[in-house]
C-alpha cells in the first residue's frame, strides 16, 4: 500500500523531529482516554495497515468473541507530546476505529460524531464549537488523601505568587505546542478553580482538542506535585466545574447563525436549533452531564442552568445568546451552558448536533427568552411560562434518553444500548451507598 500525501508527511515529520514513540490514541465510550506505544520505526507499517488491538478490554466496544479491532491513525492529529522527555521524544497520533473488515466501528465515539457531522453537511452546514473546560488544581494535605485547593483567589483575580499562575502558563505553553490557539486564562469562582479558553474549531477537531486539553492539564499539574481534577462538583458549598459550549453553523465560510435585522441577530435558523436543543434538553443531559456528581452541579444557586430556557443576558438560563459587537458577525453563537467536563465530547457534539438539528428539520420556534434570574420564580411563575427543568438525578436523566428517539440514532443502537447499561449501573452503584451525610444525620438520631 502506497502511502497518500498525508500520511507521507507525517512520516517525513516524525523522522525529522526525531520521534521515539508513538502514543496512539482513542477514547471509550466514557472519554476516557486509552492509548498504545509503538516504536517510531512501526509508523509506516501503522499507517498503512493501522494497529491491532483487543477491544474487548475497552468499555463500550467489542464483546469478547468479536475482540479484534484496528486503530487507523488520522494523520491530521499529530503532534509532540511536549511534556515528554527528549530521551523518549513522542508523537500523539488520534485514531478512528475500525472492524477487521475495515468498516468503521459503530460504536467509537470518535465515528459516532463524524456520522452526526456528516448529516449536519449533508444539510450544507459546519458544525462549530467552542467548549470552555473548568477544572480543580489540587494538592493533598493529610494520609487521608482528601484533596483541599491549594490556593485562595477568586473570580478572575491576579497573585503574582499564586502557585496556579506558573501552572496555567506552562499549560499554556503546552497548548500552543500543541497547535490548540488559547484565547484565554484566568482563574474562576472557586477556590483552585481554573479555566482556560481555546478558539473554537469544527466539533471533531474541538472534540479532539478537549481530549488533548485535559491531558496536558493533567501532565502539567503532575509536573508541579498537584493534580487536575474535572470532577463536576468536587466541593460542597462552592461552584462546580462546567463545560459550557458555544456552537455556530457555517456555510460557505459564513455563519449561518446571524441576522442582521432581528433584534437578537439570529436567523431562523438559530432559533429553530435553540429549540431543538431546548426540547432535548432533558434527554441531552444524560449525555452532556454523564455522572451521578453531575447532579450535585446542576442545583439552584451556583451559576449552573437548572431551568430549560434560554436568553441573552440571563446567565441562569439553559441556552445563552452572547452579546452582539457590530463587526464581529462570524461569532454570533448560542452557548449551552448544562455540559460539565466529565462527558465525553465526541459523543455530547454528537448529541448537540442532532438536537439542534431536529430542531430546524422539524423548524420548530423557541419560547420567548427568559432574561429575568428565573431562580427567583416561583413554582406558580415557572408554571405559567411553561419553563421546565433538568433531570434532578443521573436516574431521571437516563430515563430521559432512553425515550428520545433522536439521540438514541445519534449514539447508535450499539452505543446507545451499552452507554445506558454503563450509567444504569453507575447509578445502581451510587444509589447503594451509605454516605458520611447518611451516617451524621441518621446513626444517632433514629
Aim: hydrophobic share 40%; glycine share 6%; charged share 25%.
Amino acid at each position: 500500500m502506497v502511502l497518500d500525501n498525508q500520511q507521507q508527511t507525517v512520516l517525513d515529520r516524525a523522522q525529522g523531529d526525531e520521534i521515539k514513540f508513538i502514543n496512539l490514541q482513542f477514547t471509550d465510550i466514557h472519554g476516557t482516554v486509552k492509548s498504545v506505544n509503538v516504536p517510531a520505526h512501526r509508523l509506516q507499517e501503522i499507517l498503512e495497515k493501522g494497529c491491532w488491538f483487543d477491544g474487548s478490554s475497552i468499555q463500550g466496544f467489542a464483546r469478547i468473541h468479536e475482540s479484534d479491532m484496528v486503530l487507523q491513525p488520522d494523520p491530521a492529529t499529530y503532534q509532540i507530546l511536549p511534556w515528554k522527555s527528549p530521551s523518549r521524544r513522542t508523537a500523539r497520533l488520534i485514531c478512528d476505529v475500525y472492524r477487521p473488515d475495515g468498516e468503521p466501528f459503530a460504536g467509537d465515539p470518535r465515528q459516532i460524531l463524524r456520522r452526526a457531522v456528516q448529516a449536519a453537511e449533508e444539510m450544507g452546514f459546519t458544525y462549530n464549537c467552542g467548549p470552555e473546560l473548568e477544572f480543580f488544581l489540587l494538592q493533598k494535605r493529610d494520609e487521608a488523601l482528601r484533596p483541599v485547593p491549594h490556593d485562595v483567589a477568586g473570580y478572575f483575580d491576579f497573585s503574582p505568587r499564586d502557585l496556579a499562575t506558573a501552572v496555567r502558563s506552562d499549560i499554556v505553553d503546552s497548548l500552543h505546542a500543541l497547535d490548540i490557539e488559547v484565547e484565554m486564562e484566568h482563574h474562576e469562582v472557586a477556590q483552585g478553580q481554573h479555566e482556560i479558553d481555546f478558539r473554537y474549531a469544527d466539533a471533531l477537531t474541538a472534540a479532539d482538542n478537549a481530549i488533548t486539553f485535559k491531558q496536558a492539564v493533567k501532565a502539567i499539574a503532575t509536573e508541579y506535585g498537584l493534580y487536575a481534577s474535572f470532577m463536576p462538583k468536587p466541593f460542597f458549598g462552592h461552584n462546580g466545574s462546567g463545560m459550557h459550549t458555544h456552537q455556530s453553523l457555517f456555510r460557505d465560510g459564513e455563519n449561518v447563525f446571524f441576522d442582521a435585522g432581528d433584534d437578537y441577530k439570529l436567523s431562523t435558523q438559530a432559533y429553530q436549533f435553540i429549540a431543538g436543543q431546548l426540547e432535548h434538553a432533558r434527554a441531552l443531559s444524560a449525555v452532556v452531564a454523564p455522572t451521578v456528581n453531575s447532579y450535585k452541579r446542576l442545583v439552584p444557586g451556583y451559576e449552573a442552568p437548572v431551568y430549560i430556557c434560554w436568553a441573552r443576558i440571563n446567565r441562569a438560563s439553559l441556552i445563552r445568546i452572547p452579546q452582539y459587537s457590530p463587526g464581529r458577525e462570524q461569532s454570533t453563537r448560542a452557548e449551552l451552558r448544562f455540559p460539565d467536563p466529565s462527558c465525553n465530547p465526541y459523543l455530547a457534539f454528537a448529541v448537540m448536533l442532532a438536537a439542534g438539528l431536529d430542531g430546524m428539520r422539524r423548524e420548530l420556534t423557541p419560547p420567548a427568552p427568559v432574561e429575568e434570574d428565573v431562580y427567583h420564580f416561583d413554582e406558580n411563575r415557572l408554571r405559567e411560562l411553561n419553563i421546565a427543568q433538568l433531570p434532578g438525578s443521573l436516574e431521571e436523566a437516563i430515563n430521559e434518553l432512553e425515550g428520545d428517539d433522536v439521540l438514541l440514532e445519534a449514539l447508535g443502537e450499539h452505543s446507545a444500548r451499552l452507554f445506558v447499561e454503563a450509567k444504569r449501573a453507575e447509578w445502581n452503584e451510587y444509589r447503594m451507598q451509605v454516605t458520611e451525610w447518611e451516617l451524621d444525620r441518621y446513626l444517632e438520631t433514629i
